[in-house]
């Protein structure tokens, strides 16, 4: 499952009612720096990093998460890296590396959701994965568990499943560390979607994938995971070439663009009770464009003020429909994660 995530749109209503929104940077308030001095006094080193939606350091312009990074040097040389989110303070990342410029990790290595829950388990050994790893949705369903041998390479079986614990990937590694293995993909009813060879699990020579009916729906080539050719077919399995793509994302009718001015619309036209029920702050919205464009199943990822959550969730499950995304010359869901900031000026 991949979430896009979007920038946080903030919307600002002044007393002389002058509308301005714009991508909101981060800020950290004086009262979670101070819940942290305590703790952060007897380290060897504090920051404040940002992340992409992979937890890859990146600069603020175009980050996902912030964080209060908190370094301390252990007795036997090696350093813990513990990161936190810096809007609610909770764990989000702790790691453990050999080198001063963290970048050989080494041991226990923990990713956990904003919620509290865990999202990636494993091991390092000389920055190479070691051993089990597992991976859990925000809710705590299992979705994928793999083990790699003391090269780092996958052997064995991996198996990936959807959120109703269906299988949705299986992969059997050959034992000889070579990483090369027989792949499957199934769709959520265990209908198979599509199948091929991966190398380190990436992608390698010929795939084939299926519509849901059973029937071929494209032959695609690839070099590690690098598309060389691909071969579609329409819904009677005839070739065409019609909209022949690997992929495509979901998009909204008129683009990003178009995207931010509903919002900002909405807004406007709530603007008022907005006011009136102080609803000042963010709600972060996880939701779903179905393969027909449809917006399904939005959720709230954080909950601050209970109107401005409701008039979120109201937004964003009355938006218009979306062109679906594809796959492998299939329609397909896409994940969507979607913060909505109201700020009232003093």
């Known amino acids: ?36 001095s305590i703790t952060a006094s007897a380290q060897s080193d504090t920051l404040i990093r940002f992340f992409d939606y992979l937890y890859r350091e990146v600069p603020e312009k175009g980050s996902v998460y912030s964080a209060l990074t908190i370094i301390q040097k252990m007795d036997d040389g090696n350093s ?50 070691n051993g089990i790893w597992r991976e859990w949705d925000d809710e705590g369903h299992l979705t994928d568990s793999v083990f790699y041998n003391m090269d780092g390479h996958m052997t064995g079986t991996r198996i990936q ?17 070579s990483g090369r293995g027989e792949s499957f993909e199934w769709y959520s009813p265990g209908k198979l979607r599509g199948r091929g060879e991966k190398i380190n699990d990436r992608k390698y020579g010929k795939w084939t994938y299926y519509q849901r009916s059973g029937i071929i729906s494209s032959e695609e080539t690839y070099n590690l995971d690098s598309l060389i050719s691909i071969r579609c077919y329409d819904e009677k399995g005839n070739p065409s070439s019609k909209d022949c793509v690997a992929e495509v994302d979901a998009d909204f009718p008129g683009g990003l663009k178009a995207w931010q001015q509903y919002i900002a619309k909405r807004i406007h036209a709530n603007a008022d009770d907005l006011l009136k029920k102080s609803a000042n702050g963010t709600a972060i919205v996880l939701f779903i464009i179905d393969t027909t464009g449809k917006v399904i199943d939005a959720r709230l990822e954080t909950k601050t003020n ?28 896409a994940y969507r994660r979607q913060p909505i900031t109201f700020q009232a000026e003093e």
């Not at 940077?25 to 942290?36: D, G, H, V």
């Not at 963290?102 to 494993?122: A, C, D, S, T, W």
């Not at 499943?161 to 560390?177: K, L, P, R």
């Open 1 to 36: 499952m991949f979430w896009q995530y979007f920038p946080i749109f903030q919307f600002i209503y002044n007393s002389d009612t002058l509308i301005r929104y714009w991508l909101m940077k981060y800020t950290f308030a004086a009262l979670l720096l101070c819940c942290f």
């Open 80 to 129: 813990m890296v513990q990161d936190f989110y810096l809007k609610s303070g909770k764990i989000m990342r702790r790691s453990y590396f050999t080198d001063a410029d963290l970048q050989n990790r080494i041991g226990p290595y923990e990713v956990f959701y904003e919620n509290g829950k865990r999202k990636i388990k494993g091991i390092f050994n000389k920055n190479t994965p």
């Open 161 to 177: 499943w959807h959120s109703n614990g269906n299988v949705s990937d299986s992969t059997v590694y050959a034992q000889d560390g």
């Open 306 to 333: 209970s109107y401005l959550d409701e008039f979120a969730l109201r937004t964003i499950n009355n938006s218009p429909r979306w062109i679906p995304a594809r796959q492998h010359n299939i329609t397909v869901k």
